[in-house]
């Protein structure tokens, strides 16, 4: 009687860890299972040099979302965003690709414009700004052109 119930105690032990640690791999990966109060939108850039997956989303240095994913289309990248559903962008709103210090990742700057009309769920953001091109603001120094 004593074993069983010491064995009892150790398998709800297991399975109490096991949940927990389902529950932080599931946090730590940004993964919403079942949608949670999320909407999409999509940005087209000519080009995102770098951005990723996971990438956060930002509205005055705040985080209201992150990059679902980066895809190509007929030679434009397309990202897709996930966003709070408490947060809506104006028609026209400004996204640029932005990077933490010199050598940081890459994340998306939203700026708020003065419409009062907002992008509907599953809307584009028709105002983007692509990243700044070190490599190539070199070659134009290094060449005079600047």
């Known amino acids: 009687m004593k074993q069983l119930r010491l064995e009892a105690v150790v398998g709800l032990f297991v399975v109490v860890?096991?949940?927990?640690?389902?529950?932080?791999?599931?946090?730590?990966?940004?993964?919403?299972?079942?949608?949670?109060?999320?909407?999409?939108?999509?940005?087209?850039?000519?080009?995102?040099?770098?951005?990723?997956?996971?990438?956060?989303?930002?509205?005055?240095?705040?985080?209201?979302?992150?990059?679902?994913?980066?895809?190509?289309?007929?030679?434009?990248?397309?990202?897709?965003?996930?966003?709070?559903?408490?947060?809506?962008?104006?028609?026209?709103?400004?996204?640029?690709?932005?990077?933490r210090g010199l050598i940081g990742e890459k994340y998306l700057r939203v700026s708020q414009g003065a419409d009062d009309r907002t992008i509907p769920a599953g809307g584009r953001v028709r105002e983007v700004e692509p990243p700044l091109d070190f490599e190539e603001m070199i070659a134009q120094l290094i060449q005079g052109k600047i």
């Open 17 to 99: 860890g096991l949940g927990c640690l389902a529950y932080l791999s599931v946090q730590l990966a940004r993964v919403q299972l079942f949608g949670g109060n999320m909407y999409t939108l999509t940005a087209v850039f000519p080009t995102v040099s770098g951005l990723r997956s996971g990438a956060s989303v930002e509205i005055a240095g705040v985080t209201v979302g992150h990059v679902q994913s980066v895809e190509l289309d007929d030679f434009d990248a397309v990202v897709t965003m996930r966003v709070r559903k408490d947060v809506q962008f104006s028609t026209d709103a400004i996204v640029s690709i932005r990077t």
